[in-house]
């Protein structure tokens, strides 16, 4: 029997899925079939073949309307993707208390608001759903210069665990830890292409990510091939960060004292 990745008929709704790996994401879902909802604090050029609605995911008032509104207009919602997300650099020093109670709402209560909006009509409709949250390798390392956004993240995975426990067996939870990926703001992040290329080769996969590689997974998370995983954390890091030790130990002075 053919193993297909098949979302036809399914409705989801992706935070922030107008660019970078939230646009990767809604691509891939319209790849598989699904009718696609994007949101942003900004009113913007929906994606091709998708709906684009205004809600700040930090007000919890304006989630509620924005999940009734793509049920008044679709029926159901069978998949939550949790993409709005991030965190300019700011040393936890220096940083005031109001930053990072921002960087917090915006990477956990967001989310969970968003979650908690979509399982009230996923719990009631026949199939369940499915709710993805797009965390980062941040939740399992040193974070420095975005510690309040790694703790975030963290938590993030910890309440994805919880609530699969919670909200079982309507609905699955899993969350996807992402590594460094290409998207329209790499360059100018990362110093140019010199920075870029520089970077890409601490990568064990020997290059960032594409936001839609990022995209395939959440949409795996999001169909019937993925029934039965639910509180997962899935890494998509191209392998990780190799120890710093073992540049040490390869580094041209170490060669010469050996």
Known sequence: MPIALDLTGRVALVTGGTKGIGLGITQALLAAGATVVTCSR????PVAGTTHLVCDVRDADAVDRLV???VAAHARLDVLVNNAGGAPYALAAEASPRFHDKVVGLNLMAPLVAAQAANRVMQTQAGGGSIVNV???????PSPGTAAYGA??????SLTRSLAVEWAPRVRMNSIDVGLCRTENTDDHYGGDAGVAAIERTIPLGR????EEVGHVAAFLASD??????GARIECH???EPPVFLSALTSPSTQEQN
Do not use: N
Request: hydrophobic fraction near 40%; charged fraction near 20%; aromatic fraction near 4%.
């Open 42 to 45: 900004s009113d913007v050029e």
């Open 68 to 70: 009734a509104e793509v």
């Open 135 to 141: 965390s980062s390798v941040s939740a399992t390392r």
């Open 152 to 157: 975030a993240k963290a938590g993030l995975d």
């Open 208 to 211: 960032m990510a594409r936001p």
């Open 225 to 230: 091939l993925a029934s039965y995983v639910s």
């Open 238 to 240: 191209g392998g990780g």
